[in-house]
């Protein structure tokens, strides 16, 4: 993908295409919902910002999220090492980061649709319970797991055979994980948006999205690469 965003691109247009691109905007106040259909050159003039700097911000943006995995299957010849360094360095931070950034945004719209759309209730719910079961997991990994699994590694595990239990539960967790999103999926019927949804809805609807696909690829990086290296 090509980073195609330019002084002439609208508010709304760069939203959509780069949903991260709102933290940008909200950051410097730009208007991305209501008032998203002008030039990002003139959002930028109205708040007294140079259109060149938020430009920047949006090409480290996309370059940091859109490209975070531009081929898995390197990882399958990497050492274990590398691999925990890259899961935790563009998985577990920047999971962390995103579920901190949404969550005001899911609050957001659950309490001013929720009324109208039943569903996002029941979207705010999960999210909320995905988070918190997301961020235990990840912290168990980095200060339990897999300081195990570099010993398993090196061969130096004390006792192997409960890191490997530790393991299977790490996959559980991610069953889990998996079951939650599916709900959040199901409940919003696929991310369908109605005819009423505002710029914001939009926005987390394609950031829920974003975030599934970046669980799953966390996930795949360890069931599929990194654990079957020692539960084989």
Same mark, same amino acid.
């Given at each position: 993908?090509?980073?195609?965003?330019?002084?002439?691109?609208?508010?709304?247009?760069?939203?959509?295409?780069?949903?991260?691109?709102?933290?940008?905007?909200?950051?410097?106040?730009?208007?991305?919902?209501?008032?998203?259909?002008?030039?990002?050159?003139?959002?930028?003039?109205?708040?007294?910002?140079?259109?060149?700097?938020?430009?920047?911000?949006?090409?480290?943006?996309?370059?940091?999220?859109?490209?975070?995995?531009?081929?898995?299957d390197v990882w399958t010849d990497s050492d274990s090492y590398t691999i925990i360094?890259?899961?935790?360095?563009?998985?577990?931070?920047?999971?962390?980061?995103?579920?901190?950034?949404?969550?005001?945004?899911?609050?957001?719209?659950?309490?001013?649709?929720? =009324?109208?759309?039943?569903? @996002? *209730? /029941?979207?705010?719910?999960?999210?909320?319970?995905?988070?918190? +079961?997301?961020?235990?997991? #990840?912290?168990?990994?980095? =200060?339990?797991?897999?300081? @195990? *699994? /570099?010993?398993?590694?090196?061969?130096?595990?004390?006792?192997? +055979?409960?890191?490997?239990? #530790?393991?299977?539960?790490l996959e559980k967790e991610h069953d889990h994980a998996g079951e939650i999103l599916?709900?959040?999926?199901?409940?919003?019927?696929?991310?369908?948006?109605?005819?009423?949804?505002?710029?914001?809805?939009?926005?987390?609807?394609?950031?829920?999205?974003?975030?599934?696909?970046?669980?799953?690829?966390?996930?795949?990086?360890?069931?599929?690469?990194?654990?079957?290296?020692?539960?084989?």
């Amino acid at each position: 993908m090509t980073f195609t965003i330019t002084a002439n691109s609208l508010v709304r247009d760069i939203v959509n295409e780069l949903p991260k691109a709102s933290d940008i905007f909200k950051k410097n106040r730009i208007d991305f919902c209501c008032g998203g259909n002008i030039p990002l050159s003139q959002a930028a003039e109205q708040n007294g910002l140079k259109v060149n700097n938020i430009i920047e911000e949006l090409k480290d943006v996309f370059e940091k999220y859109e490209n975070t995995e531009k081929n898995v299957d390197v990882w399958t010849d990497s050492d274990s090492y590398t691999i925990i360094n890259h899961v935790i360095n563009n998985y577990h931070r920047v999971s962390e980061e995103e579920l901190t950034m949404l969550s005001p945004y899911v609050t957001k719209v659950s309490r001013v649709h929720g =009324e109208h759309h039943p569903e @996002l *209730i /029941k979207m705010n719910e999960l999210f909320y319970e995905f988070k918190k +079961e997301l961020l235990e997991h #990840m912290a168990k990994e980095e =200060e339990i797991v897999f300081p @195990l *699994i /570099k010993q398993l590694a090196d061969g130096t595990a004390p006792h192997p +055979e409960e890191a490997i239990k #530790m393991i299977v539960e790490l996959e559980k967790e991610h069953d889990h994980a998996g079951e939650i999103l599916r709900q959040i999926r199901a409940v919003t019927s696929d991310f369908a948006l109605p005819a009423d949804a505002c710029g914001t809805y939009r926005l987390v609807y394609a950031r829920l999205e974003a975030l599934e696909g970046l669980t799953f690829m966390h996930v795949h990086l360890e069931n599929n690469i990194l654990f079957p290296r020692f539960l084989s």
